[in-house]
């Protein structure tokens, strides 16, 4: 028996975030990669997601005040 982590109601939605959309981003905040938060590829949030480092990752969660609040992680080795 095993406990998938992103079916649980309180982890939000995480998605990789595609090159173009990385540098849109990036330009956008005028920040570089290591500018961002991190967060570890061996985080059971994205772990099925088999990103590699430098990866941007899109964290979609549901906020009473604002809709959906967006937050973006750079992945990073640990």
Do not use: C, W
Request: avoid cysteine; charged fraction near 30%; aromatic fraction near 6%.
């Amino acid at each position: 028996m095993t406990f998938e982590v992103n079916k649980h109601n309180l982890v939000p939605k995480h998605s990789k975030v595609s090159d173009s959309e990385k540098a849109k981003l990036l330009e956008k905040y005028g920040i570089a990669v290591k500018e961002l938060p991190k967060i570890h590829n061996s985080d059971p949030a994205i772990v099925k997601l088999n990103l590699k480092m430098g990866d941007v990752v899109k964290i979609e969660r549901e906020s009473k005040t604002a809709g959906t609040a967006v937050y973006y992680r750079v992945v990073i080795d640990g």
